[in-house]
Each structure stands twice: as structure tokens, then as C-alpha cells.
């Protein structure tokens, strides 16, 4: 049987009764995104028990959102040329059920909310990773949910989640002088400043993925890693948009 079958019992039910696709087929279009579940237990074994919960909620309403609309592919690919009005009716009602699950989560009106809630996951992980002397489990899981795209990144950074953000505590970190915990707080600051430009215009969205490609630069330090290691999205930005890594962000602790 699939992992999480207790969790996304109820949402197959659901699923199952408004697209008549099968009970066990259903579980396993529910597939919640296990580098996200991932940090969630670091932040649970950090400590940041209410963070972790938090994640934990807004990846299970994504998943089962998402099997809603895999569920329309499936009668879609299925039906297409046999039942053209099955599928127009289909659209509507699973179109309908994913955004109701979006809703019930408390993410009515904002395209990269849940996104951005994952993405100060990893900010408050970052966060974490600077206050203890070897964090780099942590900072590998924050990476981890990094979005390929950097300009990407640049959107969801700066979109609001459904409760106020604690970006603001950043220039307040302290903690030990290893080079480990030394750059997780600039990336973290790294973050945390580019949440803090505005929108509206391309230069601003280009200015918050440098900061972001600076926040993984750092991240990738804190991690263990080689800066930008396997993350080939930031290592082309950073080659053709940049000419070095962004640091603003100096650190008590190396001075």
C-alpha cells in the first residue's frame, strides 16, 4: 500500500467519489514532496516543533491539490476522444476540489503562497543552522527546497504567506564563529533581505534572485558543500547575471 495511505484516506474518498477513478489508484496520485516532509523533521529535531507542523500541512493540502488535477489527466488521457463532455465536466469538479483544498488550507488568493511558506521553512532552518556550531543538516535540508529557478525563487520570497513572516529577526542572529554556522546566518540575511524587495518592476525581480542565488551560495557552504553545488539553475544565473557572490551581510562573529 502507498506511504502517508491513513493521512490521504479521507482526500481519496473525496477524489474517488467525484471522478470514479479507483480507491488505490487515487493514493497513489496523493504523493506529498519528501524534500519539504524531509525539512520538516530537521526544523521537529531542531526544536522548531510549530514550524515543523506548519510545513507539514502546507505540503499534504499541495499534494492532495495536485492529485486533483492528476486525477482529471487520468480521465483525460482516458476519455478524451470517447467522452468529450465527460472531460469538460471533469475539469470543472476537480478544478473546483483542488482550489477547495487550497481554500480550506487558507490560501485563497495568492498563486506562490504555499511556496512561500515552504521557502521561510528553510529561512527559519537557515536561521537555526547559525546558532548551533555544526548545522549543516539543516542547511542541506533548507537547499533542498530551494526552486531550480532562481527568478523563480525571486517571486515566492517575496509573496506573503498566511501569517507574518519573521524575515525581520535576521540581522539579530548571533551564534558560534565555525564557518558552518557563519554562513548559514548570511544566508539567512541573504533571505531575509531578499524578501524585503519590492515588486513591480523586472530590475527588483533581478536584484531579489541575486540575493537568493546569494542565500544558496551560503547555504551550500553551511551545508558542507562546494557554493551552488548540483544546483545548476543558480550556477548559470550566478555565471551570466553576476559578478560575484552577494555579501552584504557581515557577520560579527568573523570580525
Known amino acids: 500500500m502507498p506511504k502517508f495511505q491513513s493521512r490521504f484516506a479521507s482526500a481519496a474518498r473525496r477524489i474517488q467519489a467525484a471522478t470514479g477513478i479507483a480507491y488505490t489508484d487515487v493514493l497513489r496520485l496523493l504523493v506529498p514532496d519528501r524534500r519539504e516532509l524531509r525539512l520538516a523533521d530537521e526544523l521537529r529535531h531542531a526544536g522548531l516543533v510549530d514550524a515543523a507542523n506548519a510545513l507539514v500541512g502546507v505540503t499534504f493540502a499541495c499534494a492532495e491539490s495536485t492529485a486533483w488535477y492528476d486525477a482529471y489527466g487520468e480521465i483525460e488521457n482516458a476519455c478524451y476522444e470517447t467522452d468529450p463532455q465527460k472531460v469538460k465536466d471533469m475539469g470543472a469538479a476537480c478544478q473546483e476540489g483542488a ?28 536561521c537555526r543552522a547559525g546558532a548551533v556550531p555544526d548545522g549543516r543538516r539543516l542547511a542541506r535540508a533548507a537547499l533542498g527546497v530551494f526552486d531550480c529557478d532562481p527568478l523563480l525563487c525571486s517571486d515566492i520570497i517575496r509573496t506573503a504567506g498566511r501569517r507574518p513572516f519573521a524575515y525581520r529577526i535576521a540581522n539579530e542572529l548571533t551564534g558560534p564563529s565555525t564557518a558552518t554556522a557563519v554562513a548559514a546566518r548570511k544566508a539567512a540575511r541573504a533571505m531575509a533581505a531578499a524578501s524585503d524587495i519590492q515588486t513591480g518592476d523586472d530590475r527588483y525581480w533581478y536584484e531579489a534572485a ?10 551550500s557552504i553551511a551545508a558542507g558543500r562546494p557554493p551552488l553545488h548540483s544546483m545548476r539553475e543558480f550556477q548559470s544565473f550566478y ?10 551581510f557581515p557577520d560579527s562573529a568573523m570580525r
Open 239 to 248: 555565471k551570466t547575471m553576476m559578478d560575484g557572490p552577494v555579501d552584504d
Open 210 to 219: 541575486e540575493l537568493m542565488v546569494g542565500a544558496a551560495w551560503y547555504g
Open 99 to 126: 482550489e477547495a483544498v487550497m481554500r480550506r488550507a487558507g490560501f485563497a488568493d495568492t498563486v506562490f503562497g504555499p511556496d512561500a511558506e515552504v521557502l521561510h521553512a528553510a529561512y527559519l532552518a537557515l
